[in-house]
């Protein structure tokens, strides 16, 4: 009886140990494919969904900015041109890459006293107004989004106009700098970039982009890749195409993802 009991507690075999190893070993494999895949899928999801915020994010400034252009009075007139750029907004002539300069004014400061009529000096609010304005690639100044000056020099709050003001000004009415403001990408890169044209370089708005795409909407209803008429423009288009970094063997062509937004700007400041 005690022989029999023996028999019945005896342990695995070699062969019996084996498989149940081998099969283990099959089971824990295909788990851990299971993980690997999974958190690939989400990885890539997460990407996926980074790019189309960013291409939304920056679809949107631009959008904004575009319809700003031409904001700011008689600018052309009293500049004849921002930083090189001759028109409110400056396009690709087809051959270059694309890309879109805007002239804008944009409120950087405000008056900090009134200012008659006949004088040439403004004080600024609070502001190291050296940090602004300069004599060089920042000297387009405009006050109360209409009355546009060339800056002759800068000391402090204080700012001397190249020429005196026409009418009186309040204190805090806005001051706003003249800006020539291009979106283009960068050359040999997948930048996409914000560049105010004052020499300090470009701001990176969206990595991974990879067509910027522009078409132009005239005011007789035309539309266009290149204008030759700037000052015809009413409506701009913008599509931005951005990819992600990680690709996916899986998936179709270089097994990138892409995300594509298209938005329509109508410039306010340029007629109807």
Known sequence: MGRDYLKEQKGLSIIELLIVMAISGILTSALYQTFIGVQKTCAIQEQVVDVRQN???????????IRMAGYGGNILETFGSVNTYPNLINASNGVDEDFITIVMAEEVAKLGQNTPSGSNQLVLNGSNS??????????YLCLNG???YLVQSVSGDTVTLATPLLEDHLINESVSLVKAITYKIL??????VRDENTGEGGQVLAEGVEDLQLRYTLSDGTVVDSPATPSDIRIVSITVTARTKMNDPQYPGDGCRRQSLTSLAQVRNLGL
């Open 130 to 139: 050296g940090e602004i304005f300069d004599t060089d690639k920042k000297k």
């Open 146 to 148: 209409q009355n546009n």
């Open 55 to 65: 291409v939304r994010c920056t679809i949107d400034r631009m959008t904004r900015e």
């Open 187 to 192: 050359p040999n890169t997948t930048d996409l």
